[in-house]
């Protein structure tokens, strides 16, 4: 027997297989810093201390070993690559293991959806847990394409990869006790259920929590985080490419509550990750912030794993996973050597040849749209209308009251004044539905950008400076198969195919990264100055964060959680 074994390395009876020998080891448990040396057989720490023999020794000669970072909450289809590909993104960076909730691929093909990113996670270098996706559709105010009922979604209960009940977004439904919301809820009582709650306080907020949400990853100010986290809940952090929380909540962080506490990325696309880094870049700024890095280094670790159950990971002991990466300066920990499951994996920020088998991608199309019903002509019913408030670096909007220009009895966009038009085209049932409004803060002086990469229902969304522009944006993507593009009138500038669900992409993470990076060049050109106006571009379209958006349905005010006209008449 394996155990059997183990115990026989642990008690120095047999050699470990290697023998991580002079090591400074962060200790989570205790909080201090461990010189020590680590024996591993095959995926398990066996043994912590000296006197170890093995067959194979590595002399560390002093540098730090933590355990491997643990992604409290993340979306992989955002880095609009496959399972894969992601993991040859984050596992250089200390990633071995990550916690996610495939919901926008379930937006676009339900079970089978869930279903591809399972296989695809199989005999893969990187540990991939899975939350059920509570929210398909997120609201009765969007179209997705497919709708998943509590008895859809139980059956994955039995899956070992799968955790609990992912982000509930429907906090109204929570709230008020919608039928088919508690019915999800009752099915997953016995698991983690994670919460996703922007702004919600006082007696709602109770309601929430008594309803069995126990995270939040959605917080934007220290005192949302406080209330949320008196009430029992379990914080993420979030700092992902155009949510940028961690700073912004790190005075949260006390020796009091540091244990409640967790990392999170959320959304983050493939120039950050291969960039900056994951939850690594998060400790990282934690320590530069003035966070103990031991108690940083837990946070994107131990308290993770803890939180989930995962009782085999987030720190080095025995009987442990030998998921770990080595380090130099404590004050600023790269990752150096990574290993998972006691073989190195990647070396200096790349990943090291892996054999793997090529799993197919077999999926139905994801682009249906029925064209003679696209119009983006807007007659003016009014002087004044709703406009989406985009902010800078986050998911919250503004519901702004503006006076709209008008052209021979139409509203149209007003360059100047940096009001363009706004669109979501449904294309998964051919449906004919579209939502047409006005969004401030994306900066376009001329043409249009568009994707099929539009929280959470992912539509295809449009926002330009006219008509022409939008409708030749519009019809690349379709040619594509979905994907993201930027146009000036009729010539496309550049765009990057995302076949899988009109989610991801099929080529290498390198080659995704250069596509964006021409997508981003070209939204500069036509005026944006945003970091990364498609991303923005995608949570215009989400009814679930405050406080203005537009779906296929029309615009949403997400206070009110209601559909609204565009014209404010009065």
Same mark, same amino acid.
């Given at each position: ?13 047999q ?12 200790n989570?448990?205790s909080?201090e810093v ?15 201390g000296?006197?170890?023999e ?7 000669g002093?540098?730090y ?9 993340v979306?992989?289809e955002?880095?609009?690559?496959t ?7 984050v ?29 695809q ?20 105010? $969007?179209?997705?394409? =497919? @709708? !998943? *009922? %509590? ?8 899956n070992?990869?799968? /955790? ?14 919608s $039928?088919?919301?508690? =019915? @999800? !809820? *009752? %099915? ?11 702004? /919600? ?8 929590v ?12 220290? *005192?949302?985080?406080r ?6 809940m379990?914080?993420?952090i ?17 020796p ?7 990392f ?11 960039d900056?880094?994951?939850i ?5 700024v ?16 131990l ?45 200096n ?7 793997e ?16 019903t ?12 709703r406009?989406?408030g985009?902010?800078p670096?986050?998911l ?6 503006e006076?709209i220009?008008q ?26 539905n579209?939502?047409?409004g ?8 001329r ?6 990469v ?9 926002i330009?400076?006219?008509d ?14 979905g994907?993201?593009v ?10 990057l ?20 990076d021409r ?5 500069q ?6 970091h ?25 005010d ?13």
């Amino acid at each position: 027997m394996e155990r059997r074994k183990l115990i026989e390395i642990a008690r120095g009876d047999q050699p470990a297989a290697l023998l991580l020998k002079n090591a400074r080891l962060v200790n989570v448990f205790s909080g201090e810093v461990q010189e020590t040396d680590i024996a591993i057989r095959r995926s398990r720490i066996v043994g912590v201390g000296k006197g170890y023999e093995a067959e194979r020794v590595i002399d560390l000669g002093g540098k730090y070993v933590a355990p491997g970072y643990i992604d409290a909450h993340v979306h992989i289809e955002s880095s609009m690559c496959t399972p894969r590909e992601f993991a040859k993104a984050v596992i250089p960076h200390g990633v071995t293991s990550v916690v996610t909730d495939p919901h926008e691929i379930a937006n676009v093909l339900g079970l089978e959806g869930i279903g591809f990113m399972l296989d695809q996670a199989k005999y893969g270098p990187l540990s991939m847990y899975v939350m059920a996706s509570s929210c398909v559709p997120a609201t009765h105010m $969007e179209t997705a394409g =497919a @709708k !998943l *009922e %509590a008895y859809d979604i139980e059956h994955l209960k039995s899956n070992p990869w799968v /955790l609990g009940l992912a982000e509930v977004m429907n906090y109204p439904g929570v709230v008020h006790a919608s $039928e088919d919301v508690l =019915a @999800k !809820l *009752e %099915a997953f009582g016995d698991m983690i259920i994670d919460g996703h709650c922007p702004g /919600l306080s006082g007696k709602e907020l109770n309601a929430y929590v008594a309803a069995g949400v126990a995270s939040d990853h959605e917080c934007t100010t220290v *005192e949302e985080a406080r209330e949320k986290l008196r009430l029992g809940m379990t914080i993420f952090i979030r700092e992902a490419t155009n949510a940028h929380n961690l700073r912004t909540l790190l005075p949260l962080v006390t020796p009091a509550n540091s244990r409640r506490i967790c990392f999170c990325t959320d959304d983050r696309q493939p120039a950050d990750l291969l960039d900056e880094g994951s939850i690594d870049y998060m400790v990282r700024v934690a320590i530069q912030e003035g966070i103990d890095p031991i108690t940083a280094i837990r946070m994107g670790t131990l308290n993770t794993a803890e939180y989930f159950g995962l009782r085999d990971r987030g720190a080095i002991a025995p009987g442990r996973r030998a998921d770990l990466f080595i380090f130099s300066d404590l004050n600023n920990p790269v990752p150096e050597q990574v290993y998972r499951g006691g073989y190195l994996v990647a070396e200096n920020g790349e990943m090291l040849p892996i054999k793997e088998a090529r799993r197919p991608i077999e999926l139905r199309s994801s682009m249906n749209i029925r064209w003679e019903t696209v119009d983006f002509a807007i007659p003016a019913e009014g002087a004044k209308a709703r406009v989406i408030g985009s902010i800078p670096n986050q998911l919250v909007t503004e519901h702004l009251i503006e006076e709209i220009k008008q052209v021979d009895g139409y509203a149209v966009p007003d360059v100047e004044r940096d009001i363009l038009k706004m669109a979501v085209i449904e294309r998964h049932r051919a449906t004919g539905n579209m939502g047409k409004g006005f969004i401030h803060g994306i900066g376009l002086k001329r043409g249009a950008i568009a994707g099929t990469v539009a929280h959470d229902h992912h539509n295809l969304v449009v926002i330009g400076t006219d008509d022409e522009s939008m409708m030749a944006a519009a019809q690349a993507i379709a040619q594509m198969g979905g994907g993201l593009v930027a146009v000036d009138g009729e010539t496309i500038l550049a765009q990057l195919p995302l076949p899988v669900a009109g989610l991801m992409s099929d080529q290498p993470i390198g080659e995704v990264r250069a596509g964006m990076d021409r997508l981003l060049g070209a939204a500069q050109e036509l005026g944006s100055s945003l970091h990364d106006p498609f991303m923005a571009m995608s949570f215009m379209a989400l009814e679930v964060i405050p406080s203005l958006k537009l779906t296929d349905v029309g615009l949403v005010d997400v206070d009110q959680f209601r559909l609204v006209d565009l014209f404010v008449r009065g």
